[in-house]
């Protein structure tokens, strides 16, 4: 708008219309701090000619919904880009975008309903009554089949090619589905393991060479590597590998030699400012040290905490996985790519119902995926017994306790992570959702156990992948909300 108005003097009314046909707004969070505002006193003083036209955006904006919804006060509250008074009023920037484009999205279906129902119901409806049922929708993410496939996946890939009989599918991932056939061929399912073994050595050689830690690679390779944050639930995930510790430590050696043997890789980087996300990472690196040189557990139970996660890295981490984490409580998560990630390199997901898992179980079949946890529709009962005090499962009581106890050093470096669950606090339901997680992970360990089984369900999860290529997802962007069509190159040779 400044640009326009200031730089090429255009009117506001042409200005304005040249905008809103420009710009589309994905909304990528449904957390509410993630939803940025920012005080109208800043911006006045760093970008005066940009709040003034903000406040000329929201005047205009606010006739045209009053005329819609009259004099109602809660909904112009709610649909104003600005709030609060005097010191303390702020830009709504997520209501400046949606305002200022055509079109807003979700990127994932559970998300885009969120999105209309959570976040931005009061534009819903204002929408709905001026008869605009299209602006909200949803399109799924993707990932990119050259990098996470082709690229990072030699073996897997070579596989796919020779089954499909062409190369086509790393640019049309649909043609996976060619894959189900091969279920049942016991030549196909042995060659998928050993291109899993090959992708476990290299992850395994890297692991030794950074880090000094050797790990077995026939052990079940359990992978989370993402950004840590505390909806993600990195917590939940070492609460779990300390309850299997001391399970293995009560155990004699000979019931041991009875237990799955799993190697935990726990991977991602915590915002600067972000306190618990970086004592939540010290407690996985702390109860890794500990794991990784007892002599009596060692060979059933490693973590190792990979720092600098980044793509070179993920490279090498995503095709080794047997199981990836996406264990977000439901409704938190907006998509997630990782994903996808893992699931096309042959891992199986143990996550919730929440983002993109719930397409890719739609999309591999619920055989091929362990999923437990509150549902989207739980989660405010839940939240709600949670505050109210309900009693926690014995089992991590007992994790608690050994934290406390110094087990993994100083519990005094640890007490604000274990607060953040503690009276009441335990936003991400982490407790609540503890028991049904365990029992996840008990299926994982007995389905992997069957070693034909778990190659089937490896295929059949690659097989079903076809969905989460970004060629289907920018396809989607270019039909429903860029409005652009294909434009073929020149032939070079005329």
Known sequence: MRLLIDVHG??????????????AYTNHTVLPEALEKWPVSLMQSLLPRIMEIINEINRRWMNEVRE??????????????????GEHRMVRMANLAVVGSHKVNGVAAIHAEIVKSDVFPAFVEYYKRRGITDKFIGITNGVTPRRWMAQCNPELSALITKCLGTEKWVRDLSLLEGLKKFADDEKVLEEISEAKLANKKRLAKYVKDTLN?????????????????EYKRQ????????????????????????????????????????FVAKRIIAL?????????????????????????????????????????????????????????????????????????????????????IFIFGAKCHEIADATRKMKQGTQWDHRLVDVFKTIRSGKFGNPVDFEPVLNSMENGNDRYLLAHDWASYLDAQAKVDKAFGDRRGWQKKCLLA????????????????????????????PDPRG
């Open 235 to 274: 917590l939940l995930n070492i609460l779990q590998v300390i309850h299997r510790y001391n399970e293995l430590k009560k155990m004699r050696p000979a019931d041991r030699e009875k237990v799955q043997p799993r190697t935990i890789f726990i991977g991602g980087k915590a915002a600067a400012g972000y």
């Open 284 to 368: 996985a690196v702390a109860v890794g040290k500990v794991l990784n040189s007892d002599s009596d557990t060692s060979k059933y139970l490693k973590l190792v905490f990979i720092p600098n996660y980044r793509v070179g890295n993920a490279q090498i981490i995503i095709p080794a996985n047997d199981i990836s984490e996406h264990i977000s409580t439901a409704g938190t998560e907006a998509s997630g790519t990782s994903n996808m990630k893992f699931v096309m390199n042959g891992g199986i997901i143990i996550g919730t119902d929440d983002g993109a898992n719930i397409e890719i179980k739609e999309n591999v079949g619920e055989d091929n």
């Open 462 to 489: 690659v097989a079903g992948m076809g969905f989460f290529s970004t060629d289907r997802t920018i396809q989607e962007y270019a039909d429903k909300i860029w409005k652009i069509s294909p434009c073929l190159r």
């Open 10 to 23: 255009v009117g506001w009314t042409l200005a304005w219309s040249i905008v809103t046909k420009v710009f």
């Open 213 to 229: 830690v050797e790990v077995d690679v026939n052990t079940l390779f359990d992978v989370q590597v993402k950004r840590i944050h």
């Open 68 to 85: 819609v919804m009259g004099d109602n006060h809660d909904a112009l509250s709610k649909l104003s880009i600005l709030e609060g008074e």
